[in-house]
């Protein structure tokens, strides 16, 4: 037995080092994953925080309004745009998606009325396409000039509400998202390796030579299979750095469930690239198969956007794709600290695919 594992492993280390050597494959297996976490970490990230992009016109000119305008630029909640003059810059920058509205203080906003204290009515201008901005907008400006009010004219208010924090900590979207990703990195490991590297060993004969030694084909699979689960490992291993450190990823899940799910998850996947770069004579044939392969998977397992979106129809199709299992799972386990029995279903089908991909690796390969 010592002896038959003594090619796999030999094979898995060659594996491994080839991989570190080729600098293609090492952008693809760890810089690539890396450019969407940073994307969709700068989209979603935690400290990120809801910001209006505004332009504020002041016509009164009254020491109100200058006020009022320098404590908008302290808000973070506004990003003043301090180059927009007039109403036509306004409307323009608006059109163009590159203000969400524009605030105008009109003449008399902020001077004493009869009865002594400051008055005025801000005006929040919108396009009929950013509606639901201009809105919101309006909504928060009426809340803190209700603050203001309350301040200038103390109001008896006999209801109230009151808002308080349960001390747990939440989670942010980034933390839904970083498993989809997870996968993203999964499949482009698994996939598109060994479809690329396989047609060529072929064409260069490697395969063939192979094949004249006392090598089997299980040998062969196996110590592939072994390479791509270490160094699926260490991609992922490396993209939960970034988002712990980063990104602040709330991780509340088991980390060796975890590599349990990434290690049976890289050798179903890696299994579909094997039966796909076994069978193609070619690059030429390969790439295309793989992409008809990979691309639906990556849209409709849960790698972007979430598949409640989808109709129910879909989602019930999409329940069974090979990337949807692992995306679910990872999520559960990073996001709700699930243990292995919740994710039996998960774990079963993956092995049932891993048995489907695999006798069809087999039956497809050929050395040359």
């Known amino acids: 037995m010592k002896r038959a594992l003594l090619p796999v492993f030999t094979f898995a280390k ?3 080092r080839r991989l570190f050597r080729d600098k293609l494959a090492m952008f693809f297996t760890f810089v690539f994953p890396l450019l969407f976490l940073f994307v969709f970490g700068g989209i979603f990230g935690r400290n990120n925080s ?6 504020v016109l002041d016509s009164s000119k009254s020491e109100f309004a200058k006020q ?15 180059s927009v003059k007039t109403f036509d810059q306004a409307q323009e920058k608006m059109s163009r998606g590159e203000l969400d509205a ?15 204290y400051p008055v005025g009515q801000a005006e929040v201008y919108y396009n009929k396409s950013n509606q639901q901005a201009g809105t919101t907008l309006a909504s928060v400006l009426s809340g803190i000039f209700d603050g203001v009010n309350a301040k200038i004219i103390p109001v008896e208010k006999p209801f109230t509400v009151v808002a308080k924090s349960t001390d747990k900590q939440g989670l ?5 998202v970083f498993s ?13 390796g060994p479809t690329s590297v396989f047609p060529k060993l072929k064409e260069k004969g490697v395969l063939r030579r192979y094949h004249t030694t006392t090598l089997k ?18 991609s992922i291993l490396t993209m939960f750095v970034v988002g712990l450190t980063v990104f602040n990823l709330n991780m509340r899940g088991n980390y060796i469930l975890l590599a349990g799910l990434v290690t049976l998850g890289a050798m179903m996947l890696f299994g579909i690239g094997l039966a796909v770069g076994g069978w193609a004579k070619n690059e030429r044939q390969a790439a295309p198969l793989a992409q008809i392969i990979t691309f639906p998977m990556m849209f409709l397992s849960g790698s972007f956007f979430p598949r409640f979106l989808m109709p129910g129809w879909l989602q019930n199709i999409t329940d069974y794709l090979p990337l949807t299992p692992i995306i679910d799972a990872a999520r559960l386990i990073i996001t709700e600290n699930r243990g292995f029995l919740d994710l039996l279903p998960q774990f079963g089908l993956m092995a049932g695919w891993c048995v489907v991909v695999y006798l069809i690796a087999f039956r497809v390969f050929r050395w040359e």
Do not use: C, H, M, R
């Open 14 to 16: 060659i594996d491994i």
């Open 50 to 55: 809801v910001s209006f992009n505004v332009a």
């Open 68 to 82: 009022f305008i320098e404590e908008g630029k302290k808000d973070k909640l506004f990003k003043i745009n301090d």
């Open 102 to 116: 524009t605030i105008v203080l009109p003449e008399g906003f902020g001077k004493p009325s009869a009865k002594g």
């Open 172 to 176: 942010t979207q980034f933390d839904y």
């Open 180 to 192: 989809g990703l997870l996968g993203f990195a999964l499949l482009g490991a698994g996939i598109f």
């Open 217 to 234: 084909v299980w040998q062969y699979f196996l110590g592939n299979v072994i390479s791509n689960v270490v160094v699926g490992l260490l």
